[in-house]
């Protein structure tokens, strides 16, 4: 079982791993970006008001079982099987997203398929274990996070406050893209997490886990952006990787320098948790939905297609960039549009106070029949 | 997936196993003893063969008219003082006409009057007369009764407490278990003397028929806990039991793992403060290594000392313990990826230094470091199994040929050697993982060789996920790294005084959470000073 704690830290990891690639919002908003964030932060605490909703009101179930409880048999198992693909779709970019930084930062000369290969490996190592994947996120936000935070002071010589000046000069669409960007991208695809939900010991609080993950999550992020800022400055647009070249700047007494293997090694295993983590929530998404007890029989088949899917899905290194235009707007459908319409449709056919599921509904047989039966009919009338 | 191969492959030893059962199973029939002497006699005979150590002592109880008897012991292990003086002598003295009586009261008066031994018991079955006289008690038939008594003699030669050979402590209690398990346990009694201190025998091993006990604290550690490592003691079923890694085998959670989930130590003091945090510990007939469970990941990283030093020391010397362990199992590692992959890691002037060192040497970095790890398991094994005159002659060839002459003839770098030297000598400083240490290095090594820092970190994160996952006993492996507990961090990477380690960690003992019951300790109170 899955404390909030627990999943909370989860959490925290799942936003620190996209944090540390994120570059989109240093496009709209330069100096300004830790505004961007901060603005960020609390229209997710908002976003994550309504993931707390659909979970007090259907508690242990995850996304998954819970369209197919509020929109019904067909339209509940489309759209269960759009988050599946979904979910996997956030595998595969996330995938490409690390083999791109490992092959351009690490390994100049080693095929990307390679670093897919033994990245899915570990990941589907990590599915195998089920929720306990979630166990070591604690130790892992206060190791990740302690290294972020030394980083900080590190660089503080090299520190500028300048940097963040003038403030708020850009116009008012660029922060709106940018908290747009830092929404979908870090903040919000904590959604994924509610994978879990049928795992956790109090299914009902999750949306206060998710909550301290947004908090915990968006700290981490917004050091790294306001250090990012500091030592950066103006060249923060012309660097690929702003977070890999700030931490290339950390240099004490000729000793305390390439600290970048630290932060390298930071990112590729926070992403492998991060794809473990979406990895998980696709496999058990279908296992849930096609009512099968054992959802490692998937691990297989589904490692294989995404190995194929990840070396496909970008032809070039212009077409990924297009992509990050408008990947928010994608994420957007599943992480804002579709939650709410779950929580309107359940609000409208359940009213006020649905009644109670058992929190044992783990991907298992009939919760039409049980439990949601007499609602349906309750709601029509 | 190796874990699932492993399962299947045991399933395939058992099914193999099966079809040779039956006939085992037919011999160990029970067969009552019978009021027959002879009978009796015949049949012990018939089991024993002709082995000498095993000796019929025949005559009559209460001199030349009383009953016929025969007392079995087996020479060697019991005691021949008692046998004679309080056994046997009492009984031909037996000045009482016995030949009238039934055989509960012939039973009931040597039990009351006239055998001088501590411990009697009645057996009714003949595998349980063998099974006593195989323990050392000697056991008397006797003509007419239907049963048999065991009498306590047991006595048989064994070594002294002695200091142990593998934890050896410069401050702390110095004896070690020995091969006895009674005075094993007599040496926990020592250190508990609590009526709450159990112990619980087992007989394991169809032939062998080592006895095996647990111990626990009975208000202190779960009952679950006991039922569960009684029931995989139960389950054990197999010929022999010769040392408790045959026990540790059998009762892992996780067989496949590299990983042991079962703790074992040579030291009275360590296995008792196991047991008052709650463990229970198996203490197994035959070999000085007592088993703890459940065991924690973090319990090779403590010494015994570390609680009887001062806590900054101890503190001190664990973050040592686990910076030598991660150098020992990347070290090697570290220094084929920054010599392959990675050579702006290292700054220039020692680049310029290592590479100059490396000039001449035909090998690439992996290959020279395996060699090297190679060569240095076998000085180690040999040098384990090497009488002890020679040891020095192993020194002389590891330190001259290896490491001196190999480098000037250009077979190997210097500074491999040094990684290798700083590898093998931080291995030492966590002996009980060493095992799992060397696995772990050769499999960072080979992924440090493939795919240089992404291979590490990626072989690291699969441990720490495979580690994470592992349990003993239901106990989580990395406890209380992982799931993390903020307040047993107080006996973990750091260790706080002892006074205040408050309570026992958590989830692993029962109510009873206070270790500590006057805190701050005596002495720091000043105010009541005159």
Known sequence: MLSVKQLSFASALFIVASSLLIKSVYMFTFQDSWISVLAAILVALLIIGIYGMLGRRHPGLCPVNMSEAIFGKVLGKFIAVLYIFFFLSLVVLNLEDTGSFVTSSILPKTPEAVVYVLMIVVCAMTVSKG???????????????SILVSNMFLLANKADFKNFLPILVHPPKNYALAVHGLLMLPLCEIFVLMMFAPDMDKPEAIGSALRAGILIGGFLLFIIVVRDIAAMGGY?????????????????????????????????????????VCFYAAIAGMARLLRIDNYRIFIGVISILIIVATRGIFESTFEHNEWKRSAPAYSAVFLILLPILMLLV??????????????????SENEENTGLKPDMASGET | MFSFLLRKAGVWFARKQQSHEGSERVQNEEVHIVGDLNVVLKQLKEEVQDSNDIV????????????????????????SRTVNEDIIRPLMRANIKLEEDSATEIIARIMHQHVY????????????????????????????????????????????????????????PRESFIENMRTNTSLIRRKIKNPALIFESFTIGRKTRTSVCIAYLRNVCKPELVKEVKKRLRAIDTDSILESGYIEQYIQDQPGSIFATVGYTEKPDVAAAKILEGRVAIIVDGTPFVLTVPFVFLESFQAPEDYYLKFYFATFVRII????????????????????????????????????AREGVPFPAFVECLLMIVVFEIIREAGIRLPRPVGQALSIVGALVIGESAVSAGLIGAPMVIVIAITAISGFLVPTQNDAAIILRLILLLLAACFGGFGIALGLYAILVHMSALESFGYPFLSPSVPFDLE??????????????????????????RKVYNVPPVGVDKSDDN
């Open chain 1, 131 to 145: 929720h306990k994947m979630c166990m070591y996120s604690t130790m892992m936000v206060i190791l990740v996070g």
């Open chain 1, 236 to 276: 923060l647009q012309f660097t690929n990787n702003p977070t890999f070249s700030a931490i290339r700047l950390i240099e004490i007494g000729d000793f305390l320098t390439r600290l970048e293997i630290l932060y390298a090694s930071i990112l590729i295993t926070t992403f492998t948790f991060k794809i473990s």
């Open chain 1, 346 to 363: 359940s609000f409208v056919r359940f009213g006020k106070n649905p009644k109670k599921q058992t929190a044992s509904q783990k991907g």
């Open chain 2, 56 to 79: 019929i002592r025949r005559f009559r109880l209460g001199g030349s008219q009383g009953r016929e008897c025969a007392l079995v012991f087996v020479d060697g292990l019991s005691e």
């Open chain 2, 117 to 172: 031994v501590n411990e009697i018991g009645v057996l009714h079955t003949m595998s349980e007369a063998f099974g006593s006289a195989l323990f050392g008690d000697a056991v008397l038939f006797i003509d007419g009764v239907p049963c048999a008594l065991s009498l306590n003699a047991r006595g048989w030669e064994m070594r002294s407490v002695s200091e142990p050979a593998s934890e050896a402590v410069i401050r702390g």
């Open chain 2, 321 to 356: 313990r686990i910076i030598g362990y991660f150098i020992t199992i990347l070290a090697p590692a570290f220094y084929v990826t920054i010599t392959t992959f990675h050579h702006e890691l290292i700054p220039t002037s020692l680049l310029i230094a290592m590479a100059k």
């Open chain 2, 488 to 513: 047993d961090q107080k006996d973990s990477v750091v260790l706080l005084p002892n006074w205040m380690q408050v309570s026992r960690p958590k989830g692993m003992a029962t109510d009873q959470q």
